[in-house]
């Protein structure tokens, strides 16, 4: 019989909590679950008292330098008291663990586990301790960068389309529509802002609250360099798509800017480009989907193209009333 080769696989729970607690010296009564599979999947290990969170990196996903880079981001951020998810080395002070799977290597890290709940619909004091935290991240790795992806024009933009084009006709008018986006966008858009390390990825679904309010971000799987405002325009942008009244959403919008500029202030130019940044992110996430999604998942349809992805993309540009370059919004 013919063995076939596997492209993604799912580690067994059992065998990767008998790992973990051999590598990490815990006791037998954790016990590890699975969590969600995803970009990488995630697990949970936990006894009755203390939990942690396994990530194990889908294949040929991040290489060993790049998550050896987010790795000494968040010790930087650890150590210097900012509330997010760390990392914890094993009983020999590695952090970074490899393991076989079917299609090839696999990285693993075991990260603190986030107390707190993920609350979608999140209250204004809770934006504003958001934009104090996010604002502390950027004010502590302003002009700074690290060995990671570098976010401009064509890594947001220009990929995106690049990776829908095998998928999907260029005539498509939802393509026309990205393809307008993409030439909406100038290199030098974001020349003149702060610099720095970026999240890229700060949302509800990618933090946890208690019912202290104490935030405590994670998920840096994204990190990288760019304009810090793309983590201010993206989190702005989610929080637009989540409250459908739009007064809630300019007074949470608020709170979390002057939670932001509590800390670090910015510019009217830099406040002017919030919205074309978030615009570039949700592009690149695109693109990320078309990349890495199993294109057997029924939502990666030209249904979800048209009808989720574009009339979300097209409803922030009429709220911001920005101007676009391209006949699908004429």
Known sequence: MKVFPVLASTISEKELGTFAKEQYGFH??????????GMNHTYMLSDNETKYVLRVYSHNWRSKSEI??????????????????????????????????????????LFSFAEGDKIRFIDQDTCFLIGELMAKIHKLTANSKIARISYDKKSLIEYAYEHLKPFFSETLPAMEFIKGIRDFYQTSDFEDTQTGVV?????????????????????????????QVLDIGYFCKQLFH?????????????????????????????????????LAV?????????????WSNIFL???YLEMFYVARLKSW??????EKNTEANR
């Open 199 to 227: 999240h890229m990825d700060i949302w509800y679904d990618n933090m946890a609250i208690t019912q202290e309010k104490d935030v405590t971000i994670y998920d840096f799987d994204f990190c990288g360099n760019g304009a």
């Open 317 to 322: 540009i009429s709220y911001n009333a920005m």
């Open 68 to 109: 050896n880079e987010e790795v000494a981001l968040l010790n930087l951020l650890h150590n210097n008291n900012l509330s997010v998810s760390f990392p914890i080395p094993d009983k020999n002070g590695a952090y970074i663990q490899e393991i076989q799977a079917p299609e090839g290597i696999r990285y693993v890290v």
């Open 242 to 278: 989540i409250e459908a009244d739009k007064t809630i959403y300019e007074l949470k919008k608020k709170h979390f800017l002057d939670g932001y500029q509590s800390i670090k202030i910015l510019s009217d130019s830099t406040l002017k480009l919030i919205p074309k940044a978030g």
């Open 28 to 37: 037998d009564n954790y016990d590890c679950k699975l969590f969600r599979t």
């Open 282 to 294: 949700h592009v690149f996430y695109l693109g990320i989907q078309a990349q890495r999604f199993d």
């Open 301 to 303: 349809s030209k249904n």
